[in-house]
């Protein structure tokens, strides 16, 4: 940096650095919680761009898209808006497993992202390069750019996705970039380091995109979407876009050949690539070399849009050399002639120690810093605009002096994500699945707005028109509800013939609907078509009910264990409690306490290798002090 | 009590002469306690390697040649900072260094305080911890047997492959769940899962079992004399007991409170209480003395009913056996030095289960009556040989919980509900053994999941 910068004679309430998945969500809602807002992308032709596979949730992913969409987010409404095909994923597996997931026309979803922010009041859209963080006091004051220019904010919330020392690597070759096509951010995280944070690296890496024209389709099985498309968010009321197939093909012996003749070029296997990829989501090289006894893989062909000819073959991620990539994939069923529009590539990029923020996502060293997305060692847009909200919201909340929302592991996904993230760090991109959510069965999907509507609403992202469309179905479905547990089953009823028929004695006249609901093979659906006048209810109130009912032993337990949870999070350590000092700590335990500084006694129990032993210490310290 | 910042020492073998006897130091300054002794410092040489060295005291006196060895944390028994001096056999030797140490700055250590500091530490698990308090307050040798084979992880030897079946069930479950889209991840059949969860309910419930064992070796057991007046019950109390415990005469209703022994029988740690006879009196301190035997006999488990088998069974005698006759009991007939009645002539009951002849006044049948009652109230030899039995109610009510979630999971198998809803059962019972343990285990399923199957886009 030379000389004075230029000061922009403006002063943001909120500064967001970034326009991916995380920064949209972080700017929109800054702004419509009334914060002057500045967002500031390095292309703004790449705006909420979807840089890896043409799509949004997926399982445990969906459930962070309705509870997104819960808190007044945007992500939801965008995909269901953009959508070109939907489907519920696990529907045998369990009410709460259940996820839904969609394909995106990816111009368009980017598109109207781009527009959202453009229409919404008080949200400046700028394209610059950030350099570093303005600190001033211990605080975030703003940020400086690469030309020079200062942009004054009350609070920053930093979104830059891989763009920090992006490096791409094809074969041997290697170039910095944020992402194929993008420059990269050579100096933010510079500052950073030299703000005390931990800079580590990571890498991450997508497929070829490939030309539709010379895919032969014939060759492959192709995969509908549902029938009867669900969206996302709870504002929309149906999807009305064309759906488009999808098309399933194989790796088989002569592709694994071919990848294996590579592996000498490979960045990966070479000592090249130093950051650490994302175990769930690995290369196929990686596949071929990991589980060589596997005969093959399946790959997914998902169109990249409606006015395009790309397409995305789903199960391909890969950084072998170019000419390796070409001979790979020409081995797979249909992809016989296949031409390659964009090679895959894999990307290094720096990210921030997630246990140096708070579970605000502010972060420690610097006060009105925020950090959301892959700086904090997430994957995935969802993961990211789940942070993104979140951040931007207590941004606001900051600016407005109000205290921040913290969402717990028993609350939604996102209080399962963030007290991962500020608990346990993160070694690799870290990405959601449902069994990270230890009361699963309380998070579900159909009821995430039941969860969450309410923090929206306080925090002003909810329209009241919104609010009042849930409050009423909430009563919906207490009313529906309460006339399960009232009525009885009369003799005679044509439910009792039915379930007779599947041989259970215990269903008998006199006892209600809902001790009916409750035998195993009784359904909502069977005591509607039993009773023509409980069909007045909605689809939601019956089927929150109905689950409500039948598993109300689980759904019990889960909320006493969370409740277990609540008491611990509650023992809340003194902003200065000396972890350095507890006595009767092993050094390996008091280091990892040191490096977290964790909140409460229940975030504590969280970090890896602090034994209970060590937290009974700690117990025992905070009770009578050191 | 926390004073782990102190270092402790403390002989580490048993006292008396042998060939060679250990002191061990451990805390924050044993290398430097251990240095000023030995004139080593643990750069001299590498970790737990054994080295030869002269032991002085602080005016520079050689007290003996002793070999050392460093243990550096967290590499040690206790976790901390470790230094073992192995030291020629002699009670007189090991004392003066104890002593030199504790001027060089070292505390003696507490009964059982280098365990303690083991277990804070995480170099033992909960089991294990209780185990240790089990064995220091253990009070008959049968129950220090079974508290050290759960502080040497007898528990936990049983537990922790019940538990990681479980979690390699629970693998199976998750990935069918998160890696739904995956074509390499195997499905759960609900057979599958119902075979393996009955096996794993076996193996909890015979460890349930021996909970009552365990119990009994830590918190003993009550057995209750009681019969009519003047059978001798107070003599038999004496007898068992080998002292003088109550006043014995021939006056009937002498026992007006009741009196109490601790004996070892079996192994199990015997209190044997003796009552007033039980009968219906006027005097109002010896009727507080019958109503109080009365509670007593009640919560017994077991109740030793004495005759007089010189003389044929009273209403007296009748009447009371009713009050004893539907707990845990023994059948005795005393006095067989004296005339011999019929046996248990007449009454009803004597031949239930046999009635010991024995003569509290000679001693003779005593040995009968300890084999009987050793039988009643020792766990039975299999229980307890087999494995560390569960000892505490916390213990209990883990497995228990663990048994009722797999119990849930089996049904809801059974019932053909949806996979997530066993899985929780089945989350729920590692959960509740890694309770058990002392552990939590969060992050496991997922490494068992990315380590087993290649998944993931």
């Known amino acids: ?626 | 009590m926390i004073r782990e910042d102190t270092t402790i020492v403390a002989p580490a073998t048993p006292g008396g002469t042998g060939a060679i006897s250990v002191v061990r130091l451990s805390g924050p300054d044993a290398f430097r306690v251990a240095g000023r002794l030995t004139g080593l410092s643990p750069s001299d040489a590498s970790p737990r390697t054994l080295r030869r060295c002269p032991v002085r005291n602080a005016s520079g006196e050689i007290l003996d040649t002793a070999l050392a060895v460093f243990f550096p944390e967290p590499h040690s028994f206790t976790g901390e900072d470790v230094v073992e001096i192995h030291l020629h056999g002699n009670p007189v030797v090991v004392e003066t260094v104890v002593r030199a140490a504790c001027a060089a700055g070292a505390v003696p250590a507490e009964p059982g305080e280098f365990s303690r500091r083991a277990f804070h530490r995480g170099k033992m698990d909960l089991t294990q911890a209780e185990g240790l308090c089990d064995l220091i307050a253990s009070r008959t040798e049968e129950a220090a047997r079974s508290a050290l084979r759960q502080m040497r992880g007898g528990i936990r030897e049983e537990v922790v492959p019940l538990r990681e079946r479980l979690l390699s069930l629970l693998t199976l479950q998750e990935a069918a769940i998160d890696f739904a889209e995956e074509d390499e991840v195997p499905a759960v059949s609900s057979l599958q899962l119902i075979e393996r969860v009955s096996e794993i309910i076996g193996r909890l419930e015979s460890l349930l079992r021996s909970y009552e064992a365990g119990r009994r070796f830590r918190d003993g057991a009550t057995v209750v004399i009681a019969g009519v007046a003047n059978v001798g019950k107070s003599r038999l109390l004496n007898r068992l007991a080998g002292e003088e415990r109550a006043i014995v005469t021939e006056t009937p209703g002498t026992t007006r409170d009741y009196l109490h022994a601790d004996v070892p029988i079996g192994g199990v740690p015997v209190t044997l209480i003796d009552t007033a006879g039980l009968r219906e009196t006027s005097d109002p301190v010896e009727r507080e003395g019958v109503r109080r035997s009365r509670e007593i006999v009640a919560s017994a488990d077991l109740v030793l009913f004495v005759l007089d088998g010189s003389r044929t069974a009273s209403t007296g005698d009748r009447s009371a056996y009713e009050e004893v006759a539907s707990l845990p009991h023994l059948l005795l007939l005393n006095k067989s030095d004296l005339a011999v009645a019929e046996e248990g002539s007449g009454f009803a009951g004597a031949g239930k289960r046999g009635a010991v002849r024995l003569s509290a006044k000679t001693g003779e049948g005593i040995g009968d009556l300890v084999a009987a009652v050793a039988r009643e109230v020792a766990p039975a030899e299999g229980a307890i040989r087999a494995q560390a039995p569960l000892t505490r109610a916390r213990q209990r009510l883990a497995v228990e919980r663990a048994l009722s979630a797999l119990s849930r999971a089996k049904a809801a198998a059974e019932e053909g509900l949806p996979l997530e809803f066993p899985a929780a059962d089945v989350r729920e019972a590692a959960g509740a053994l890694a309770e058990l343990l002392g552990e939590v285990a969060p992050e496991e399923v997922l490494d068992a999941i990315f380590d087993a199957f290649c998944v993931g886009k």
Do not use: W
């Open chain 1, 1 to 626: 940096m030379s000389g004075s910068p230029y000061d922009y004679p403006k002063e943001y309430d909120v500064i967001v650095v970034g326009g991916g998945h995380a920064g949209c969500e972080a700017a929109l809602a800054a702004a419509r919680m009334g914060c002057s807002t500045l967002l500031l992308t390095i292309n703004a032709d790449a705006i909420g761009l979807m840089s890896c596979n043409p799509a949004i949730g997926g399982l445990a992913k969906g459930h962070l898209v309705r509870e997104i969409d819960a808190l007044g987010g945007e992500m939801g409404r965008n995909i269901d808006a953009t959508g070109i095909q939907f489907r519920q994923l696990n529907t045998s597996k369990g009410p709460a497993v259940r996820s839904s997931r969609a394909q995106a026309d990816k111009q368009l979803y980017r598109l109207r992202m781009k527009k959202a922010l453009e229409v919404t009041y008080g949200l400046d859209v700028k394209q610059a390069i950030v350099d570093a963080v303005v600190v001033d006091g211990g605080a975030a004051a703003g940020v400086d750019t690469n030309l020079d220019v200062r942009y004054r904010g009350k609070t920053v919330v930093l979104c830059p996705g891989t763009f920090m020392k992006g490096l791409v690597h094809v074969g041997l070759v290697s170039y910095p970039a944020g992402r194929a096509g993008d420059f990269p951010s050579m100096r933010l995280s510079d500052s950073l380091r030299r703000l005390g944070f931990s800079v580590g690296r990571l890498k991450t890496g997508t497929t070829p995109r490939l030309d539709a024209k010379t895919i032969d389709f014939s060759k492959t099985v192709r995969q509908e979407g549902d029938d009867r498309p669900v969206p996302f968010s709870f504002d929309t009321a149906a999807i009305r876009r064309p759906q488009l197939p999808c098309f399933m093909t194989y790796t088989n012996a002569a592709t694994h050949e071919a990848i294996r003749s590579g592996l000498s070029r490979s960045p990966l296997y070479s000592g090249i690539i130093k950051g650490i990829g994302p175990r769930y989501c690995p290369s196929i090289e990686d596949k071929v070399v990991r589980f060589s006894g596997k005969e093959r893989h399946q790959v997914f062909l998902e169109p990249e849009g409606l006015k395009t000819a790309e397409y995305y073959p789903n199960g391909v991620a890969t950084s072998l050399p170019y000419d390796i990539q070409r001979k790979m994939l020409r081995t797979i069923p249909g992809l016989e002639s296949v031409e390659i529009v964009r090679p895959g590539y894999a990307i290094e990029y720096d990210f921030v120690d997630p246990v140096q923020l708070h579970p605000s996502l502010e972060t420690k060293p610097v006060k009105n810093l925020f950090h959301a997305g892959q700086i904090n060692g997430t994957s995935g847009y969802e993961e990211a605009g789940a942070q993104g909200i979140v951040a931007g919201i207590n941004a606001a909340l900051r600016v407005k002096g109000e205290p921040p929302i913290v969402l717990s592991r028993a609350d939604a996904y996102i209080g399962v994500l963030i007290d991962d993230l500020t608990t346990k760090g993160a070694r690799e991109p870290y990405r959601m699945f449902t069994s990270r959510a230890e009361y699963r069965l309380l998070l579900r999907e159909d009821n995430a707005d039941l969860r969450l509507s309410e923090t929206g609403r306080r925090v002003g992202l909810l329209p009241e028109e919104r609010y009042h469309r849930f409050l009423a179905k909430r009563e919906g479905i207490e009313a529906f509800r309460k006339r399960l547990e009232e009525t009885r089953v009369g003799a005679g009823h044509p439910l009792c013939a039915a379930v007779e028929k599947a041989g259970d004695s215990l269903l008998r006249p006199g006892i209600t609907y809902a001790e009916a609901l409750r035998r195993p093979g009784v359904t909502g659906a069977m005591l509607l078509a039993c009773d023509p006048e409980l069909r007045a209810a909605t689809r939601e109130a019956v089927e929150q009910a109905e689950l409500s009912i039948k598993y109300e032993g689980y759904i019990r337990r889960q909320e006493e264990e969370a409740k277990k949870l609540k008491k611990y999070e509650e023992m809340r350590f003194p902003p200065a409690f000396p972890f350095e000092t507890v006595p009767g700590l092993s050094a390996e335990v008091r280091d990892k306490l040191v490096r977290v500084r964790p909140d409460s006694i229940g975030q504590a129990q969280r970090i890896p290798g602090v034994t209970p032993a060590a937290v009974a210490l700690l117990l025992v310290v905070l009770r009578r002090g050191v």
